[in-house]
């Protein structure tokens, strides 16, 4: 199946996301694959099989979202600068969404701009962080708050990259499929509450899902000015949850579905969704081993980590809420008295 991605509004090129067993792809040009010793181990050597390059190497680099810093991103440089790419030169993102976001980055400032592809080895990174340009790392105020929007050439997905994917990593790639169906696509919910996803074709047609809708998204608003906010349902609060625990305690997607709970709840506060689907969304949840809980040892910190999400501005918090499951509302404007009164119900008790 292939899904393109058309930007409207945008002169960049369009692209094509590729879910099928992965082709042989031909470069006549100096080729990097961007790896971690995880994948390498795994994939790495099939994936060499291949690619047939005018000139071909491997750069890798640590592994876990806590090197996902532009000391990485240096290192990195300085590997390309030695093996002397050209701007005609191409990336290769070979991992989760920390090596593609990194590649990405990397790709778009080494020589004011190089070509990079996409060949996620993560569920999460195959629904959601390969697709749409998104490219960056973290620093000590925040997550993803260095980078640019810098659109790949091309995105190959290939499920058998998920065999040796560990079950946790498979249920943090869950939540943003959950994270899809919620705000877009209610029989595409219903799909996943009903079936376990263990057949090929029922994986893939998750996927391939999940895709669509995002390529929907992007093609109207590739830089977030407007419906590709929505992209972010639970990410406000779960960029907090990442930031406090230092990238360590949780995978990403795991923070997202702590981050949805949070924001189901917030919704059920302003009566945009009634209790009956917040427990549906979190019964989805943990029906793929996703964590619900968290505990916040001081509200009123956190409540102030908000400002510095890339997604507020003008002081004002903006949060993305589901209004019933398939529909979303945008809001700005709800009081921090509000806000402090969701967030006391994970309030830390000391014991």
Do not use: C
Request: charged share 30%.
């Amino acid at each position: 199946m292939i899904i393109p991605i058309r930007l409207e509004s945008s002169t960049v090129r369009g692209y094509n996301v590729t879910i099928d067993r992965l082709p042989k792809l031909s470069f006549d040009t100096k080729v990097v694959i961007v790896t971690n010793p995880t994948v390498a181990g795994f994939h790495l050597d099939n994936l060499l099989s291949k690619i047939d390059a005018k000139d071909l190497d491997v750069v890798t680099v640590k592994d876990g979202e806590e090197y996902k810093n532009l000391d990485t991103i240096v290192d990195i440089l300085d590997e390309l600068f030695t093996k002397q790419l050209d701007r005609k030169s191409l990336l290769i993102a070979f991992g989760g969404g920390v090596i593609g976001d990194m590649t990405g980055f990397t790709a778009s400032i080494y020589q004011r701009g190089i070509d990079f592809i996409q060949i996620p080895t993560t569920l999460l990174a195959q629904v959601d962080a390969s697709v749409g340009g998104k490219t960056g790392v973290n620093n000590r105020f925040g997550k993803n708050l260095i980078g640019a929007f810098y659109q790949p050439k091309a995105v190959y997905i290939d499920i058998d990259f998920l065999k040796t994917l560990p079950k946790r990593e498979f249920s943090a790639g869950m939540a943003e499929l959950i994270k899809m169906s919620v705000m877009f696509d209610r029989e595409f919910f219903e799909f996943l509450e009903k079936d376990d996803l263990s057949s090929r074709d029922s994986l893939n047609r998750a996927i391939a899902r999940s895709v669509e809708l995002k390529a929907w998204v992007v093609n109207q608003d590739e830089k977030e000015a407007g419906i590709r906010a929505v992209l972010n349902y639970g990410h406000t609060f779960a960029h907090v949850i990442e930031n406090e625990t230092n990238y360590r305690e949780y995978l990403h997607g795991e923070a997202v579905a702590i981050g949805m709970v949070m924001a189901n709840l917030l919704s059920y506060e302003l009566a945009l969704i009634s209790l009956d689907e917040v427990d549906r969304v979190k019964n989805l949840l943990i029906k793929h081993n996703l964590p619900i809980t968290y505990e916040i040892r001081d509200i009123e910190i956190f409540y102030n980590k908000f400002f510095l999400d890339k997604k507020s501005s003008n002081s004002k918090i903006k949060f993305i809420l589901p209004k019933s499951i398939g529909d979303f509302e945008v809001r700005d404007n709800i009081s921090k008295e509000t806000i402090l009164k969701v967030l006391a119900k994970f309030k830390r008790v000391d014991r």
